[in-house]
C-alpha cells in the first residue's frame, strides 16, 4: 500500500493553498515544505495582493497570518467569507486567545500558534482538506457561506470574546465574573483539544497550578451551572482525568 506522503504527491498536486504573510522568510519556508508535499503554492505579502490572488484563480485553501503589514487579516478574512466558503488555517501569536475567537467567529476553520510548526500545519492542512472534500470547497457564490455566527437565533448561545458578553438562546445576557470570561476565552479558542490545569492557571491568573489549588475547578462549576443542559453530567465541559479540561462546544438546543 503507498504511504500517505505518496498518495499526497501524487493525487494533491492540483490543491492550491494562499499563503498570505507580509514576511518574506516565512512565506518561502511555509512555501518550499509545502509544495515539497505536492502543494501549488500561492503567495501575498498583503491585503491587497492577497484579494488579487484570491480572485485570479480558485485556491483550495488559505493559511492567513492575522496580521500582514499595516493590514488585519481579519479585514482580507471578513471580506472572502462574504461569497467564498474556501477553508482558512489562521496563524496567530502564541497565548493570543481572543484573536483565535475573534477569527473563529468570522469564519476561519482551525488556527496555529507562532513558531509555527511546520508537520502540525501540515497535518492541520490535510485533515481540514479531508472535511471539507479534496476540491477544498472553493466556492464562489454558489458555495455554502457560514452562517453569521453574531446571529444568537442562527447559533443558539453566543460569546463574544472582544465585548465579553455571552447570550444565552433566547438572547438573554448571561453574566460572567472577569475570571468566568477569561476562562471561557481559552476553552472556546481551544474547543475540541484537551487543556492542562497547568496551561489554563497560567494563562487564565498568570500563576503556576498547585495541586491544592481549587480556583480553576471552582470557575469551571460555575461555568457549567450556566452552560450545561444538566451541571451533574456535563457534556459541554468535559472532565480529562488526569489532565485538565475539554470544551466540547456550546450545547446545541432542540
Known sequence: ????????AAGEDAVSILLVDDDPDIRSELSEYLSAHGF????????????????AKPHNLVVLDLWIGKDNGFDFLREIRQTHSTPCIMVTAHGEATDK?????????DYVVKPVNLRELLARIRALLRRSGSNGGGNHNGGTVKKDSSDPAANGWHFDPVRRNLLSPEGEL??????????LIELVAHEGRPQTREDLCRRV????????????????????????PNP??????????????????????P
Request: proline share 4%; charged share 30%.
Open 1 to 8: 500500500m503507498a504511504s500517505e506522503d505518496n498518495v499526497e
Open 40 to 55: 501549488s503554492i500561492s503567495e501575498a505579502a498583503d491585503r491587497r495582493s492577497a484579494l488579487q490572488q484570491f480572485a
Open 101 to 109: 475567537v475573534v477569527g473563529l467567529e468570522l469564519g476561519a476553520d
Open 174 to 183: 448571561v453574566p460572567l465574573t472577569t475570571a468566568e470570561c477569561d476562562l
Open 205 to 228: 491568573f498568570n500563576r503556576a497550578w498547585q495541586p491544592y489549588d481549587r480556583s480553576l475547578d471552582s470557575i469551571v462549576v460555575k461555568l457549567r451551572r450556566k452552560l450545561e
Open 232 to 253: 451533574d453530567h456535563p457534556m459541554v465541559i468535559k472532565t480529562i482525568r488526569g489532565k485538565g479540561y475539554l470544551f466540547t462546544g456550546f450545547p446545541t438546543e
